[in-house]
């Protein structure tokens, strides 16, 4: 196991790569149908925040096409630097504490990231602000409160 600084979901873990696919088995199938409802097609452009793996960066990616735009950030883009080619963008970014990666956005995607973010309430404005004038903004997240973990 790599050496973190103790924080349990740390992407510098060799074990990122699994929580990634499992994640992307459990929750990609209602995140995709979300977004086909949006009407997500050929052009769009996406912030793909918090990205961690690259199932929905590469899902994006089709979607949006040659004319489109993915812009992928999170604090660690290293399991999601192979995903870096037309359209997709790879950028390290702090959705809690920096400006926007651009603006305009059609959609603003975040997955199980606010849970992890200390300043929530910036992070949403910041990705509000991403959005051009009736842009989506889709959140997923956990409540912990609901699912308590056990430590034994």
Same mark, same amino acid.
């Given at each position: 196991?790599?050496?973190?600084?103790?924080?349990?979901?740390?992407? @510098?873990?060799?074990?990122?790569?699994?929580?990634?696919?499992?994640?992307?088995?459990?929750?990609? /199938?209602?995140?995709?149908?979300?977004?086909?409802?949006?009407?997500?097609? %050929?052009?769009?452009?996406?912030? &793909?925040?918090?990205?961690?793996?690259?199932?929905?960066? %590469?899902?994006?990616?089709?979607?949006?096409? #040659?004319?489109?735009?993915?812009?992928?950030?999170? !604090?660690?883009?290293?399991?999601?630097?192979?995903?870096?080619? /037309?359209?997709?963008? !790879?950028?390290?970014?702090?959705?809690?504490?920096?400006?926007? #990666?651009?603006?305009?956005?059609?959609?603003?995607?975040?997955?199980?990231?606010?849970?992890?973010?200390?300043?929530? &309430? @910036?992070?949403?404005?910041?990705?509000?602000?991403?959005?051009?004038?009736?842009?989506?903004?889709?959140?997923?997240?956990?409540? /912990?409160?609901?699912?308590?973990?056990?430590?034994?």
């Amino acid at each position: 196991m790599t050496q973190t600084d103790g924080y349990l979901l740390d992407n @510098r873990q060799t074990e990122a790569g699994q929580r990634f696919d499992a994640f992307a088995t459990l929750f990609d /199938p209602t995140t995709f149908r979300h977004m086909e409802r949006f009407g997500i097609g %050929s052009g769009w452009r996406c912030w &793909e925040v918090g990205a961690g793996g690259t199932s929905v960066v %590469s899902w994006l990616a089709k979607k949006v096409g #040659p004319t489109g735009r993915v812009v992928a950030t999170d !604090i660690d883009t290293s399991w999601a630097a192979s995903a870096a080619r /037309p359209p997709v963008e !790879i950028r390290v970014h702090d959705v809690g504490a920096e400006e926007p #990666p651009g603006e305009g956005f059609d959609l603003v995607h975040a997955r199980l990231v606010l849970v992890h973010v200390p300043d929530r &309430e @910036r992070a949403l404005r910041s990705m509000v602000k991403a959005l051009r004038p009736g842009g989506r903004l889709l959140i997923e997240d956990a409540d /912990p409160a609901l699912q308590p973990l056990l430590c034994p």
